[in-house]
């Protein structure tokens, strides 16, 4: 029996099976809804992106599967049991958006102190190796850089060989080059098989790791999806404009998603529509508009008024320009 | 189901306990004054102004319960508030880490401090001041003031809970200096002024320090028992404040 369950812990879950559930969940503080309605699950060998901006309700999602609050309604369950049970803490590892580990202990007494923790921890070897910090082994924590501060902070959720990795804006804060090394990190362990559950408010950092994404803002999940669906509904564009192509023929563009009028046309002093037009592709849409009709005025093109957490993502991100101007 | 084993529990408070100890000993700004004050005090005050033997051993004891209640202090107060505030203590409660750990391996650290602290004052003593002590007396004087250590400990998480890491500092010093000076262990409790004397009462520092004149027999002759008491009062209601705090801190 005690063997049994040995053999329990130390083998990685069988791909595909059910790691993390979230049903219904919802919270609130000081009558402030925090999470609206949540849920999502988390198999094997996959890797989810819990993308939004800033108070979206991410940490506290993150902090709930980890077992520090528990839902006003809804249900968690780690491989089945309740968060924050110890036998639940043994399978999983933590990468907190701030914790700061103590200044003047080296990188190899910290990574040894955590390991402790758990039954079958890796070697301190293997996570060194796989946090990329061999050469700053002997080196004491207050004197690393910002990035290879995050990279203990990993090693020590590394430590277990976790089931689940919980990583909250692993990379936030950290230049371009370091946050793509540690992406190549993540990415070889999501490789060993676990489950990974991350935070971020780059639309970048969930397409480069995750398998899935979903969007939170406000507490509520906006979107969920592969990162090309996602990626997708964020390229959308609205165009607006007056024009004096009849909003019938509009409908029936190839390259029109979907039209929003805002003032129909008159016979009597006004012959445009004034309206908004929904495209994947801007500037093939405009060609053809600017072609076909020569009334048209008024143009402006600008990212998709979907959600405003699809704004605030792409705000956010450096990479994405979701404001595009034409005249 | 997979409770901690009692050896992998053992293997974790040590771990932790080894690792404050490093991180802490690595902290000249923690080190220095916390073993600098209290031995300098004596030397200056109990030896080298002193007037004899009775006068070193006097005040070997007044900066001894001095210095142990430093650690303690100033180990939880700014440790736990730093932790806190720095997210370390979230992310233990998440790791698989048994929370008994965090408080066994600060207390052993205070307790360490404590013994260092006391064995340069006996040092100091017996080699500068002429101090003779029986091996009862060095044992009950030691056991006294190291277990009494905790209620400034239980003070001291409380103090963590409820001040940042950068005000903790100030906020013990407003404690701990006061309260040593009117507990009579800078100056002779019976050379201060007679309303000062009778406010003592109301310092935990002030009992402890009288358990620890017992062993001399030059406390000041109230219960002995009522010293204990008034200690044990004390850390109950620190630990039972400190409890609330940390429950509100979880459940924020």
Redesign the interface.
Known sequence: MSQQ?HLQ?VSTPATGSLLAEVTGVSHAFDKLKALNGVDLQVKAGQVLAILGPNGAGKTTLINML????TPDAGQIHLFGQTP?D??V??R?G?M???????E??KVR??I???A????NPLSQQQLLQMAGLEDKADT?YGKLSGGEKRRVQFAIALA?EPDILFLDEPTTGLDVQARRSLWANIKNYAERGAGIILTTHYLEEADALADQIMVLDHGRIVAAGTPSQIKQRVSLKQVHCRTGIPVEQLHLHPLIEKVEVEKHASHSDDKLTQCTLLTHQAEGLLRDLLQTDSDLTDLQVTGAGLEEAFLALTENNPTTDNREQAA | ????SLS?AW??HL??TW?EW??LT??PMFVLPTLLFPWMFYLFFGVMFGRGAGNAEYLMVSYGTFGVIGPALFGFGVGVASDRQ???L??K??????MSAYFIAKIGISLMFSIVILLGLATIAVLFGGVRLGLTQWISLFAILLVGTLPFCAMGVFIGIRSNAQSAPAVINLLYLPMAFLSGLWIPIFILPAILQKIAVIFPAYHLAQLAFSVLDKHQGQSLMGHLLVLLLFTAVFLMLAGFGWRAL??R
Do not use: C, N, W
Request: proline letters at 3%.
């Open positions: 369950q812990q980890l077992g520090i609050y924050g110890l036998s803490r043994q999983i933590v907190l958006q701030q914790a700061e580990l103590a003047t202990l007494e910290l040894r102190q955590f402790t923790y758990y039954q004491r277990g | 189901m997979s409770s901690l992998h293997k974790i771990q932790e690792s490093l991180k690595r902290m720095q997210g370390l979230q992310l409660r998440v790791l698989p880490m048994p979880r459940d």
